[in-house]
C-alpha cells in the first residue's frame, strides 16, 4: 500500500443530502487519491448520482464538509467546480447534435475576440485535444452524424477539456461504447493516473470494474458500506455488499396461493425481438401470477413492454390465452385487456393539468359513452370518486388537478385509470420510482390484490428487493438478453450476478 | 374547514363560473362602462344587436380556432378559407347550381382543406405553424384563379338574406352565432370526442399510451377549423354580396385573440367556447365602441393590441395567484 494520507485529493465527511424528508444521502464518507481510479459501486437508487451532482455544483449537500486539493470545497455551480479542476461526463449526453465536434467540446469556452468566435482557433484546439486523447474523431463533422459510441467520446473529450484536471468523474462511460472504443477509454484513464489524475469511476459491469479500479467503495441506500482496494476483494463480495439488505416487512404477504406452473399461460411471448434493443425474448405468465423482470439500465426491458403494448414493432409470436395476437398499436393492446403503467407517469401516464376524474378515466372513455358519444358524466363521476376511494388516492377531490397530488398518490391516479380497463394483463413498469415508502407499501398491497383476483402482472423494476420480495417466477435480462428465469425463492447474489452478466 | 369551504364553492355552478371568467369578465364590463360613459348610444339594444352582428365572423371563426389552440396547434388558415369559400359559392351560383347545393359545397371545400391542414400536421408530423403558413398562402392564390383577381358578384336572394334578414326577431347571423356556439359548446364538453381532444391537447403521449387515437382527432379538428370559416365565409359574402378575393384577411390573428383572451392556453388542453364568446365580445365592443367615438383606425390598432395584453396579463397573473 503504497498511497499516503497525503496523496488525498477529494475527502468526503459526512455529507448528507435531504430531499423534503427524504434522505438520499446519509453521513456519506469518501476519500479519493491522487492517480488512483476509485470505483463507486451501487444499485440503482443507492445515492451515486446524488454524491457526483453535489461535487459538480449541480445540487448542495444538507450537512457535511468536502475537502478538495486541500481546501474547503462547495460549489456553487459546474463552472466553479471546473476552475477547481473537478470535471464530470454525465451519462447522459450534453451535446447538440446540428453543431461540430469542435464546437461541443469547446462550448462556453469558445476562443474569441470580442465576443466573435474564431473559427480557425476552435478547431485547432479541439483537433488537439482529440489527439492527445486518441479519438479517431474528425472535429468538423457534426455530432448528429456520429454513432452513439462516438458521441460518449465526444462528451468524454469535452469534460477532459477544463484546463487542469484534478479529479475526473466518469459516470457510466462504456453503457454506449463498443469493445474498440471501451479500450480507448482505459487507454485515457491510464494517461490521467500517469498525470496524477484521481479518477472516480462509476459503472455496473463487473469485469470492467475489477479491472480497472485502484479503489472500490460501496453505497447503499444512500449510505456508505464500505472501501476496498481491488486486492482484496471478489466480485461476490461486492455484490454482497451492494444488495446485503435484509427484506424485512416492506413487502406485504400474499393473499392466494401462486398458480400452479402446469396452469395453461394466459400469455406467452416466443422469440419477441427489435434491433439494436432486446433480442429473443420469450417468457410465460398465468392468471394470477407476478412475473418480475429484473435488469439494469439498458437491459431493454421497458423497451420490450412498450413492443408489447404496441408502442414499438417487434418481431416474433404473441399469444393470449392461447390464440395468436396481433398488437400494433395501443387501442389494439387496451382490447385485449392489457394496461400499461409505464416508467414515466408526468411524460406518458398523466394530463397534469387535468382533474384526478380526467385523467382516471382517460383509458376507459368508451365505458361512459351514450348514444352520439355523449360523456355519462355521472357514471364517469362515481367510477372515479370510487377508485380514488378503492386506491386510498389523498386528494381534496376528484376534480383536483392531478398535477398537485404527491408522487405516490399520483402514481396510484395512473394505476386507477388501468384498472378502470379491467386488465387481464397488467403490466407495471418501476410502480414505486420516485414514491415515498408508506406509498410503495400501499401499492404493494394492491398489487397483490390484483394478483389474487386473476390479473396477470409483469413487474418491471430496477429495484432488487421489489422484485425479489414481490415476484412469483423472475426474468432478468442483460444488454436485450433474457438471460435466466429464475424461481420466486432466488438469492440477490444469483439474480446480480446474471443481471451484470457474470453468469451466462 | 377552509377546506369545506373550497369544496362548496367549487361545487356551486356559477361560482365556479366566476372563478374561471372572473378576469375576462372583468374586462369586459369595465370597457362596456368607459363606452357607455363616453357614449350614451352604446348601451342600447339596437348597439348590442350591432355588436353581435359585427362579431359573428370572426366568432364563428375563432370557435374553430378553439378546437385547434385546445390541442396545442394553430391554424393560420383560416382568414384564406374564409375568401375561398366566399369564391367557391360565388362559383358555384355562376355555374348555376341552387342555393342548397351552393351551401353543400361550400360547407364541403372548407372541410376538405381543413383536411389538408390536418393530414400533413398529423400524418406527416409537420409543425402546423408552418402547414398552415403554407396553406395560408396557397388557398389565397387559390381565391384569385377564377376571376383573375376581379370580385364575383352574389345575387341569389336566400343567400343574400342569411345577412340582411331577421328570425323571430332577431337578426339571422346571430341565431347562426347562436345555434353554432351551442354545437360546439356542446361537442366539446358533453361528448368523448371533446374529452379526447382536451386529453389530446394535454398531454399527447398520455394520449397515445391510453389508447386515444390522436392523430383521427388532430384531423378531425382540423376539419372542424375549415368548416368553420367556411361558415364565416358564407356569412361575409353575404353581407357583401360578393366574393372578394381579399375577404377575411388577417381575421386568422382576431380568432386566436378571441380564444386566447377566453383563457385558451397555447400550450393545450385548457379553454372553453364560453371563454372564446366573451373573448370575441371583447374584441367586438372594442371595434364598436371606438367607431362611435369616431377613433381613427391606426388608434385603434393600438389600443386593441393593448387592451389584449393588458386581459391575457391580468388572466395569466390570477391563475399563478391561485396555484
Known amino acids: ?504 | 374547514m377552509s377546506d369545506e369551504k373550497h369544496a362548496s364553492f367549487a361545487q356551486n355552478p356559477y361560482a365556479k363560473m366566476l372563478r374561471q371568467y372572473g378576469g375576462i369578465l372583468a374586462s369586459l364590463v369595465v370597457l362596456c362602462i368607459i363606452f357607455s360613459v363616453m357614449n350614451p348610444r352604446f348601451m342600447t339594444v339596437a348597439n348590442f344587436m350591432n355588436v353581435l352582428q359585427q362579431i359573428a365572423v370572426i366568432a364563428i371563426a375563432a370557435f374553430g380556432m378553439t378546437w385547434v389552440i385546445l390541442l396545442g396547434e394553430i391554424d393560420l388558415s383560416i382568414g384564406s378559407i374564409i375568401a375561398v369559400a366566399g369564391m367557391a359559392a360565388a362559383q358555384a351560383f355562376l355555374a348555376g347550381f341552387g342555393f342548397v347545393p351552393t351551401l353543400v359545397l361550400t360547407l364541403l371545400a372548407g372541410a376538405a382543406m381543413g383536411l389538408v391542414n390536418g393530414v400533413l400536421t398529423a400524418k406527416l408530423g409537420l409543425p402546423s405553424f408552418i402547414v398552415t403558413v403554407a396553406t395560408m398562402g396557397i388557398f389565397r392564390g387559390l381565391v384569385s384563379l377564377p376571376t383573375n383577381g376581379a370580385p364575383a358578384m352574389i345575387e341569389d336572394p336566400t343567400w343574400i338574406a342569411i345577412g340582411a334578414e331577421s328570425f323571430v326577431g332577431l337578426p339571422i347571423i346571430i341565431w347562426i352565432v347562436v345555434v353554432l356556439f351551442v354545437f360546439n359548446h356542446v361537442l366539446l364538453s358533453k361528448t368523448t370526442f371533446g374529452r379526447r381532444a382536451y386529453l389530446t391537447g394535454g398531454n399527447r403521449e398520455a394520449a397515445v399510451y391510453s389508447g386515444i387515437k390522436v392523430d383521427r382527432v388532430k384531423i378531425t379538428i382540423f376539419m372542424i377549423s375549415g368548416i368553420m370559416a367556411a361558415i364565416s365565409g358564407i356569412l361575409l359574402s353575404s353581407r357583401l354580396y360578393s366574393a372578394q378575393t381579399n375577404a377575411g384577411t388577417s381575421y386568422e390573428l382576431d380568432a386566436i385573440a378571441a380564444a386566447v383572451l377566453g383563457g385558451t392556453s397555447l400550450a393545450g388542453g385548457v379553454g372553453t367556447m364560453i371563454g372564446t364568446l366573451i373573448g370575441a365580445l371583447i374584441i367586438g365592443i372594442m371595434n364598436n365602441g371606438m367607431n362611435m367615438l369616431s377613433v381613427p383606425y391606426f388608434y385603434q390598432l393600438i389600443v386593441k393590441g393593448l387592451v389584449i395584453l393588458l386581459a391575457v396579463w391580468l388572466d395569466v397573473r390570477s391563475k399563478r395567484a391561485k396555484q
Not at chain 1, 161 to 174: A, G, K, Q
Not at chain 1, 374 to 402: C, H, N, W, Y
Not at chain 1, 474 to 494: D, F, I
Request: with cysteine.
Open chain 1, 1 to 504: 500500500m503504497s498511497a499516503a494520507t497525503s496523496d488525498v485529493i477529494l475527502k468526503i465527511n459526512n455529507v448528507s443530502k435531504l430531499f423534503g424528508p427524504v434522505a438520499a444521502l446519509k453521513n456519506m464518507h469518501l476519500e479519493v487519491r491522487a492517480g488512483r481510479v476509485h470505483t463507486l459501486l451501487g444499485e440503482n437508487g443507492a445515492g451515486k448520482s446524488t454524491l457526483m451532482k453535489i461535487l459538480a455544483g449541480v445540487y448542495h449537500a444538507t450537512t457535511g464538509e468536502v475537502d478538495f486539493c486541500g481546501s474547503p470545497y462547495k460549489p456553487e455551480n459546474p463552472q466553479e467546480a471546473a476552475a477547481r479542476g473537478l470535471t464530470i461526463v454525465f451519462q447522459e449526453l450534453s451535446l447538440c447534435n446540428n453543431m461540430t465536434v469542435s464546437e461541443n467540446i469547446l462550448a462556453t469556452r469558445e476562443p474569441s475576440v470580442y465576443g466573435f468566435i474564431n473559427d480557425q482557433a476552435l478547431e485547432r484546439r479541439a483537433a488537439e485535444i482529440v489527439r492527445d486523447l486518441g479519438l479517431p474523431i474528425d472535429v468538423t463533422e457534426k455530432v448528429g452524424n456520429l454513432s452513439m459510441a462516438q458521441r460518449q467520446l465526444v462528451e468524454i473529450a469535452k469534460g477532459l477539456s477544463i484546463p487542469n484536471p484534478r479529479l475526473v468523474i466518469l459516470d457510466e462511460p462504456t453503457s454506449s461504447l463498443t469493445d474498440a472504443e471501451t479500450e480507448i477509454l482505459f487507454s485515457i484513464i491510464d494517461r490521467l493516473k500517469a498525470k496524477g489524475v484521481a479518477v472516480i469511476y462509476i459503472s455496473h459491469r463487473m469485469e470492467e470494474i475489477m479491472r480497472l479500479s485502484d479503489d472500490i467503495t460501496v453505497i447503499r441506500d444512500g449510505e456508505f458500506i464500505a472501501t476496498r482496494q481491488r486486492e482484496d476483494v471478489t466480485i461476490d463480495e461486492l455484490i454482497a455488499m451492494m444488495v446485503g439488505r435484509q427484506m424485512n416487512e416492506i413487502y406485504p404477504l400474499r393473499l392466494a396461493a401462486a398458480p400452479a406452473t402446469s396452469e395453461a399461460p394466459i400469455l406467452s411471448v416466443e422469440g419477441f425481438s427489435r434491433s439494436g434493443e432486446f433480442e429473443n425474448v420469450s417468457f410465460d405468465v398465468r392468471k394470477g401470477e407476478i412475473l418480475g423482470f429484473f435488469g439494469l439500465i439498458g437491459s431493454g426491458r421497458s423497451e420490450m413492454m412498450n413492443a408489447l403494448f404496441g408502442m414499438k414493432s417487434a418481431t416474433g409470436s404473441i399469444r393470449i390465452d392461447g390464440e395468436t395476437a396481433t398488437i400494433s398499436s395501443p387501442v389494439d393492446a387496451i382490447g385485449r385487456r392489457i394496461a400499461f403503467v409505464t416508467e414515466n407517469r408526468k411524460e406518458e401516464g398523466l394530463v397534469l393539468a387535468h382533474s384526478v376524474e380526467w385523467n382516471i378515466s382517460m383509458a376507459a372513455l368508451g365505458r361512459f359513452a351514450a348514444a352520439l358519444g355523449f360523456m355519462r358524466k355521472r357514471q364517469e363521476r362515481k367510477a372515479a370518486t370510487d377508485e380514488v376511494g378503492r386506491l386510498t388516492i389523498k386528494t381534496a377531490s376528484v376534480d383536483t388537478p392531478v398535477g398537485s397530488l404527491s408522487g405516490g398518490n399520483q402514481q396510484k391516479a395512473v394505476l386507477a385509470k388501468w384498472l378502470l380497463t379491467q386488465p387481464r394483463i397488467l403490466i407495471l413498469d418501476e410502480p414505486t420510482r420516485g414514491v415515498d415508502v408508506g406509498a410503495k407499501f400501499e401499492i404493494y398491497k394492491i398489487i397483490r390484490q390484483l394478483a389474487a383476483e386473476g390479473t396477470a402482472i409483469l413487474l418491471v423494476s430496477s429495484e432488487l428487493p421489489e422484485v425479489l420480495g414481490m415476484s412469483d417466477r423472475l426474468v432478468v435480462m442483460h444488454e436485450g438478453r433474457l438471460c435466466a428465469t429464475l424461481p420466486g425463492g432466488a438469492t440477490p447474489e444469483t439474480v446480480m450476478a446474471h443481471a451484470t452478466g457474470i453468469t451466462s
